[in-house]
């Protein structure tokens, strides 16, 4: 099995049990760092895959499981922050870009089964071995669809998000303008929750499973 990468929204290092923080440990920052350049070099040669938007690759964030040979990392719109203007864009059709998700050997789950290959972009990038490794790639936005009620939007191929995902005010305390972290994992069943904060306050979640 190669060594692996799974970008998303979650919470590192904070709120994790005893049995996960075995296994989901946070990439080091100077390994993110490098990584996040990669990728967001990566995603431009893959028209389904690229963003429209420029990325912030040293705000990168992100977790790994190495006996699964997973990791993950999210990496944020370039000047992403809250302010008036990106308030005003969530009220938008189109929402407000947050940043992108890349995950390898890790799928979203949609309607109970793994998201198909067709409906998620992927782009490959080569290890610090030499060794190529398909990474799964998922656009964030956020959007307000009315007074109380926010959304993660998460986009694949199609025109349509392929995850609708709920804002709720989040009890961890986390860094970055977007976070992700792996909760309720289980190992038996690789497959866990993938929570999406953003601005330290205000998350989403949904199940991801491994995938080959």
Do not use: C, W
């Not at 350049?37 to 431009?44: D, H, I, R, Y």
């Not at 040979?69 to 929402?95: Q, W, Y």
């Not at 964030?140 to 009620?149: G, H, P």
């Amino acid at each position: 099995m190669t060594r692996a990468m799974l970008l998303a929204v979650l919470v590192i290092g904070t709120g994790i049990g005893e049995t996960q923080a075995q296994t989901v440990q946070p990439i080091p920052d100077a390994r993110l760092k490098r990584l996040g350049e990669k990728l967001a070099t990566a995603v431009e040669s893959v028209p389904a895959a690229r963003p429209g938007f420029a990325f912030d690759a040293a705000r990168a964030l992100g977790f790994q499981m190495s006996e699964q040979a997973i990791r993950v990392v999210v990496i944020p719109r370039k000047d992403l922050n809250e302010s008036e203007a990106f308030a005003a864009e969530m009220k938008t059709e189109a929402g407000a870009p947050i940043g992108s998700l890349f995950f390898e050997h890790v799928a979203p789950i949609v309607k109970g089964a793994l998201a198909s290959a067709d409906r998620v972009p992927e782009v490959s990038l080569a290890d610090e071995f030499g060794i190529v490794n398909r990474i799964r790639v998922l656009r964030l936005v956020a959007r307000q669809v009315s007074d109380e009620d926010y959304r993660l939007y998460a986009y694949g191929t199609g025109k349509e998000p392929l995850i609708d995902a709920k804002f709720a005010i989040g009890s961890r305390d986390v860094k970055g303008p977007v976070h992700v972290a792996a909760r309720d994992v289980d190992t038996d069943k690789r497959r866990g929750t993938l929570v999406v904060t953003v601005f330290g306050k205000y998350e989403a979640s949904f199940p991801g499973a491994y995938a080959d």
